[in-house]
Structures are given as C-alpha cells and as structure tokens.
C-alpha cells in the first residue's frame, strides 16, 4: 500500500524538483544546474546571483504554490459536489477576486491593495453563494453548483461592464490580472506554506473523502460525518482558491485538468491524489510560467492562455484513451 | 438483551398524518421482513434504524443506547445497510468498493492492512463475485452490482444487518444464496432486518414479519400469525392464492 503510494508520489516529486531548475535556469540569461546549486549555496557571480534568488526563484516557488493549491481545490470541490466538472472557480470565487482586484485597479492602489481586495472579493463571493444555496432549506451540492454557476455569469457580466467603462491606460493590466499573471508575485512563502499544512491536514481525510465521494448516505452509513466534513472540504478549497487567486490572479484548467489527469492515470483513492495534485498542479504551473515569460521574451505572455493550451490537448487524449 | 429496539417510533413520511408507534424489539439471531406496498415507508424505517433520518417522534435504541447520542463511527461498526440503489460517483473498483467496508474500523491515519484486504476478498468470494475484483463497480450489471453492496456490507462485518430489498436484481439462485447468507448471519448471533417484496422468501426466510401499511398503521410479530392469507390480501390489496410447497406457503396473485 505504501509503495502504492510512494512510486508516484516519488516520481512527481522528481518532476517538480526539474520544472523549478529549469524555471530558475532559463531566461534572458541561461544558467546551468551546477551554476545554480553553487547561486543556492551563496557561490558565484553577484549580479547571477539577486537575479536567481530574487526574481526567479519567489516566482517558481508562487507558481509552484498556486499551481498546487488550485489542484488540490479543485480535486476537493469535485469530491465535494460530486461531480467530475466542478473546478476551484465553479462556486464564483474567481470572480469575487476579480471584482475586487479590478475595482482596486480603477481606484489607481497597487500591489498589496490589489491582493487584499481580491481576497475580500473571493471570500465575500464565497459567503454568498453559501448562503443563498442554503437558503430556508439545507444545501444540496446540485443546489451549490448551480447557485455558484450562476453567481459566476453574474461576476462575468459586471467584469465585462468594469473593463468597458475603464480608461484604456488600465487595460492591459486588469487583463492580464484576469488571464493569471505571476509577475507580481514576490513573496511564496504564504501560499507554500498553506498548501504544505493543506497537504498535511487532508492525508489522514483521505478515506473519509473516498467514502464520501460515493454519496453521503452511504459514507454516513459507513461512520463518516457528513456534514462536518462537506463544511471542512468546503472551507478549505474556498480558502485555497482564495489564496491562489490573490497570488497570481484567476488561471483556468489548472484546477479541473489536473485532477482529472492523476484520476485517469493513478485511480480515486484521495490519499494518493491530493498530494499527487500539490506536486502535478505546481509543476504544471512552473513549466507554463516559465513558457509564458520565455516564449517571447522580452514580452511576457498571460500564464493562463499557456495552462490551457497545455491543460486541453492533454486532457483530451488522456480522456479518449481512458476506458 | 435487544440488540435493536423501536420506542414508540413513528417515522417520518412526508405527508403522512401519525400512524401507529412501533415498539419493536429485535433480538440477535433473528430475521425480520419487513412487507408493505409500495410507498409504505420501507426504506425510510431502514433508514431511520440506521440513523441516517431524523424519526418524526420516539426513538431508537442500539444496543440499549440511543441512537440519536451515537457517533457514526460507533454505529457503524454495529449497524450495517444495503442501500436500495445506490449512485455511482467516481469510478471505483470491486475491490476497492468492499474494502470500504472496513471503514469504520480504521484509524484516519491506517492503512487497510493484508488483514482488511483479506477480509474484503473473503466477502467477494462469498458474493461470487471475486472473479470480478478489478472491474470497475459502472461497468457491472445490476445483479452483479448488488452482490458487490452486499458483499461491502459482509466487510463490515455488523451485528444488524439492514437490507432494503438485498435480492434486487439477483437471479433466482443468487436470491437464494443472498437469503441463505442472511439465515447464516442470523445464525452467528446477528441480527437482520430486510425489506422484501417477494412473500415467498420473507415465509421461507424471515421467523418475524413487520407489515407497513400506507396509512403508517403497521402490525409485526413472529411470521406465522402475520402472514396470514387474509392479512396479506387487504395489506397489498390483491387477492392472493396460497399453496404449501416444501413446507412453506407460497403465495401467488390471482386475477379479479
């Protein structure tokens, strides 16, 4: 059983490990593996060295986080809603983030005021969809999803409506804030860390969530607490998304692909595939991040547009080759 | 000592006005059928014996403790159900399927052992469907499905059985084989409480019946003064012809 587990888990470890050595290694200056170990370890050229440790190596590491974080919240809302097309984004989280990245945009604040009013937009976006899914009744997760469908095409109306009435300068800025963009990212601790404490607070509710994952009468059957757990999945993947949005802003695919990807290849047991999605969302993430600013360098593409010319083709055939 | 007991209990059918309280008390080693028509509440007794729904008034009772101060994991290492139908979420295999079974028994931080499995594959063996362990639970049939819930509940290994309607979709020897399971468990000391259909098996199978009318009156005791020709016919509002075949009655719908 552990070796079940370990062979995967060892080899995405692997995979990760090289996507972040090769995000650090290539650039506008190449470096090599062997130049970057000595950079890690306080060696070489110093003008290499602010350039590896300061930019390139807090945005792998945020691109590393998100990417997990949306992996493993997406994983968590599909076990939740039980249903195989529920992504981080389905309950309209993105788009509470958006609003409120945007309106701090128009308002002309920057940096942390950006990331604050997002983080205040997802969890606003994610109390009302709650709350108007539970209505007088209790929640059902058909109930939850449509609720959140619809509050999303609301967002989606009202960012149209903000991008049309902002003034051309702002632009380009709000959309590549809305196609995902980790230039801004400076700091990877806070993501890294929720995500590592994530990992580590889901693995021993791995066979609650496969025990769920076949309905709730039959895990309440089986000794599983439901509605106890429905509200912790539930908490949680708000506040992974949340905290992925405000880092790099909303990034599609990664959240539904990847999940899906590591059920085709590695089964549904969640104790395998929550920590497969940290590693699998990250190093997807990394990769497509450092294609986004290497493709045409100098110029940076949106990391979103790259995830999904990645995530769909991909996805696509693991589906058609799946039984 | 009841392992299962009713106190004045009226379940909870959306609609229906009261009805009579049961107060049932259900002994190890016994087998109860649980007859009515179709909308009668059936399932929802099950399920409220199960804890999964709330009764509209009295109480359950599990081993003498209520099960409304219960955890779920404490039942559900006494108390076993087979769902009536069940929903497909995620593809899973047969094997995975009944090791579930072992749920309740294992710490979050455990993983199933050689034990679990050997339990889980002991359980197929008997459900005759262990020639089937890495198929996936979608790609089975309905008969084949309802061997591998009822071998999940096997894993689990309770002392009452709840089974809604256990020989759905089975072929006539796999009925048979579902019933002399049950007998078997009954016969280990556990106790079991099935909803069925067919009068034929609950005469040769069950020793008490409980029969639900729509109403919510209901009326329960050992099988021979509850299945009676007369009783039956008003309960299912059908007459009925009753033969004696290899010591049981068998009963068998007739027209007008």
């Known amino acids: 059983m552990l070796a079940r587990l370990g062979l995967p888990l060892s080899l995405l470890l692997l995979a990760a490990l090289a996507a972040l050595l090769l995000a650090l290694g290539v650039g506008s200056a190449q470096i090599s593996p062997a130049q970057i170990w000595d950079l890690l370890q306080g060696e070489g050229d110093a003008l290499a060295r602010t350039m590896v440790m300061e930019l390139r190596l807090p945005r792998a590491l945020s691109a590393f986080a998100v990417g997990g974080l949306l992996a493993v919240a997406g994983a968590l809302m599909q076990v939740l809603l039980r249903n195989p097309l529920a992504d981080p984004y389905v309950l309209g989280l993105s788009g509470g983030a958006s609003i409120g990245a945007l309106a701090a945009m128009l308002g002309g604040l920057g940096g942390l005021a950006i990331s604050s009013s997002a983080f205040g937009g997802a969890l606003f976006s994610t109390f009302l969809v709650f709350g108007l899914a539970h209505g007088s009744g209790g929640w059902t997760p058909s109930r939850l999803l449509l609720t959140g469908v619809v509050v999303a095409a609301g967002w989606g109306a009202v960012i149209t409506l903000m991008l049309a009435l902002s003034p051309a300068e702002r632009l380009p800025g709000m959309l590549y804030w809305l196609m995902g963009d980790l230039s801004y990212a400076r700091t990877p601790w806070p993501p890294l860390l929720l995500l590592l404490a994530t990992c580590v607070v889901l693995i021993p509710l791995g066979r609650s969530l496969n025990v769920l994952a076949r309905g709730p009468q039959q895990a309440a059957a089986l000794g599983v607490a439901v509605r106890p757990l429905e509200w912790c999945i539930y908490v949680a993947a708000s506040l992974l998304t949340a905290a992925a949005v405000t880092t790099a802003g909303s990034i599609g695919f990664v959240g539904l692909v990847v999940p899906h990807m590591l059920r085709l290849l590695l089964g549904n047991d969640q104790r395998l595939i929550l920590p497969a999605c940290a590693l699998a969302g990250g190093t997807l993430l990394v990769l497509a991040d450092t294609l986004a600013r290497t493709m045409i360098a100098p110029e940076q593409l949106p990391v979103g547009v790259i995830t999904a010319l990645l995530g769909v083709p991909t996805f696509l055939f693991l589906l058609y080759r799946s039984r | 000592m009841s392992v299962l007991a009713t106190r004045d209990l009226i379940i909870d059918v959306p609609g229906r006005e009261g009805g009579t309280p049961l107060n049932i008390t259900i002994e190890p080693g016994q087998v109860w059928g649980v007859l009515g028509p179709n909308g009668a509440g059936k399932t929802t007794l099950l399920h409220t014996l199960a804890g999964l729904q709330a009764p509209r008034s009295g109480s359950v009772q599990l081993n003498e403790s209520a099960l409304g101060q219960l955890r779920r994991r404490h039942v559900a290492q006494r108390l076993g159900l087979v769902f009536q139908d069940r929903q497909d979420g995620f593809p899973a295999t047969v094997l995975e399927t009944a090791l579930i079974g072992r749920h309740p028994y294992l710490s979050p931080w455990q993983m199933e052992g050689a034990d679990d499995y ?138 007008g």
């Open chain 2, 118 to 255: 050997a339990r889980a594959e002991t359980a197929l063996e008997r459900m005759d469907v262990a020639h089937l362990r890495d198929r996936l639970v979608s790609t089975l049939s309905g008969g084949e499905r309802q061997r591998v819930a009822i071998a999940t509940v096997l894993t689990q290994a309770p002392n009452v059985w709840l089974a809604d309607e256990p020989t759905n979709h089975l072929d006539l020897h796999h009925q048979s084989a579902v019933m002399a399971l049950m007998a078997e468990q009954a016969a280990q000391g556990q106790a079991v409480i099935m909803c069925l259909h067919d009068l034929n098996l609950a005469a040769r199978w069950c020793d008490h019946v409980l029969l639900m009318y729509p109403s919510g009156e209901a009326c329960w005791g050992p099988r021979d003064s509850m299945l009676v020709p007369s009783a039956l016919e008003s309960l299912y509002r059908q007459k009925l012809a009753v033969v004696e075949v290899d010591g049981a009655p068998v009963f068998v719908p007739i027209k």
